[in-house]
Each structure stands twice: as C-alpha cells, then as structure tokens.
C-alpha cells in the first residue's frame, strides 16, 4: 500500500537521488555530459534540494510502498507559480516536478501524486495549476491532457548551455 508525505529535511539525500535518476533515465541521452552534469548539480544535488525543502514556497509530497521503505515517487509544486504572467489566473500553483523511480512506473503513482496536487491547490484556493513539458514527451502530454492540462505558451528549459523547446500547460480549477 502506498503512502504519501510531507519531505522533511532528512529526505534532501534520497529526493536528489531519485530526481537525478528519473531525469537521467529519461533525458541524458539528449544532452551533453557538461551541459548534462551542470543542470544535475544545479537542480538535483542534495544541497539544491535541502534548500527547496527548506523554502516555505516549494512542497514536496513523497510516495513510498510502506513508511520508511524508501521512495518510490514524489511531485514538487511551488507557489506563487513562476509561469504566472503567462495566464490570467489569478493564484496559479506550479507543478514543478513530478517524477517515478523508473522500476515503479506504471503503478499508478503519478495519478496518485496529480491527484494529491490538484486537491491542494483547490484547498489552498488556487485558480491553476501550471507546469512545463518537454515539446517532444508526448507520453507525459498525454498524461496532463487526461488531467484537463492544455498548452498556454511555449517557453525554455535550459540544460546546461542546450535550450529545449517547452510547452507551457495550464490546468483552470
């Protein structure tokens, strides 16, 4: 039985890790090593992520089998939403990350954890949920899209000194 919670900053080391590896698995092959290895030092060394968990403006909400079992999968929303000039929402949250260990995919997590984040930004009066997707990940489009997610804008992701092409969803509440 899977449970959710709250990172607490004894998660920092395990989240990195997990971040790390899920990008890995599915976007190393698209970068450089340099450029690769900066964007993973920047967004996913446990420093980075002690600080995120830190922030009263980023929530993590982690998936594990059972308590104490190690994670299996977690989402990262953060408020107020960076994209917000992007839309005429009023209180957008963002749905930073929201990634599965690879062996666990397909379990129904990620529906889990989307699940989780849209009750929150209800609860916490949001209007929208924002996020970004890579404009070739047609899975995780396709994902969103059941979610009632639709392209707003077309944005950039930086990985090091490579640009990727993003598309900016929006989900109204």
């Known amino acids: 039985?899977?449970?959710?919670?709250?990172?607490?900053?004894?998660?920092?080391?395990?989240?990195?890790r997990l971040g790390r590896e899920s990008f890995c698995a599915a976007f190393a092959h698209l970068y450089r090593p340099e450029?690769?290895?900066?964007?993973?030092?920047?967004?996913?060394?446990?420093?980075?992520?002690?600080?995120?968990?830190?922030?009263?403006?980023?929530?993590?909400?982690?998936?594990?089998?059972?308590p104490g079992s190690g994670l299996t999968a977690y989402i990262k929303v953060k408020q107020p939403s960076p994209y917000a000039h992007h839309s005429q929402a009023s209180n957008p949250l963002c749905l930073g990350q929201l990634y599965t260990d690879p062996a666990h995919t397909g379990q129904g997590l990620g529906a889990m954890l989307m699940d989780w984040c849209l009750a929150l930004a209800r609860t916490r009066g949001c209007d929208?949920?924002?996020?970004?997707?890579?404009?070739?990940?047609?899975?995780?489009?396709?994902?969103?899209?059941?979610?009632?997610?639709?392209?707003?804008?077309?944005?950039?992701f930086w990985v090091g000194e490579q640009r990727d092409e993003e598309f900016l969803y929006e989900a109204r509440l």
């Open 1 to 16: 039985m899977t449970v959710l919670r709250d990172a607490i900053p004894d998660d920092a080391e395990a989240l990195a």
């Open 35 to 66: 450029d690769l290895n900066a964007f993973l030092e920047t967004a996913y060394s446990v420093d980075a992520v002690a600080a995120e968990i830190a922030d009263p403006a980023i929530t993590h909400q982690l998936a594990e089998d059972t």
């Open 128 to 156: 929208a949920v924002q996020l970004s997707v890579w404009s070739e990940n047609y899975g995780a489009q396709r994902f969103y899209q059941r979610y009632g997610f639709a392209k707003i804008a077309d944005i950039d």
